[in-house]
């Protein structure tokens, strides 16, 4: 779950000139798939190699349409909101807060990307629920 599968495999982020355009690239499919839930995002954006880390989630691009159809129909309501972008080579993570429901605490969710060619070729993700009480006064965003 946590080794890198497309090629070629690494652990390298890759060079640093691809940093702006990765980063530009994902934001722009994160936006339409998950902020507008458009899933014909992932044909223009994902590879047919496409890996998932997620054990819920089938590898390719039919098996994130799936997953994602699956949270979309089961959270009409969803609302994603990214707090903060992080992007190193061909690395992009997103940081964001997934509430299903008005008034639902939601989740606290990183998405890792890996890009390839201009496509998305791998995904990770950890996911921790929003507690509605905290040892402190920070938020988790």
């Known amino acids: 779950m946590f080794s890198t599968l497309s090629r070629p495999q690494t652990s390298d982020p890759g060079p640093d000139r691809l940093t702006a355009r990765n980063k530009a690239l994902t934001t722009e499919y994160y936006d339409r798939l998950l902020v507008h839930q458009d899933l014909s995002a992932i044909d ?6 496409y890996h998932q880390h997620n054990p819920a ?12 159809a699956a ?8 609302d994603v909101q990214p707090k903060r972008i992080i992007a190193e080579g061909d690395l992009v993570a997103f940081h964001s807060h997934f509430i299903p429901a008005p008034g639902d605490p939601g989740l606290a969710i990183v998405d890792i990307f ?14 921790q629920n929003v507690p509605t009480s905290s040892a402190n006064d920070n938020t988790m965003f």
Request: aromatic letters at 8%; charged letters at 30%; proline letters at 8%.
């Open 114 to 127: 890996r890009i390839r060619d201009g496509k998305v070729v791998e995904h990770w993700d950890v996911i």
């Open 71 to 78: 949270l979309f129909e089961q959270s009409p309501q969803l």
């Open 57 to 68: 989630i089938a590898d390719g691009p039919e098996g994130a349409r799936a997953g994602l």
């Open 44 to 49: 223009t954006y994902v590879a047919p190699e």
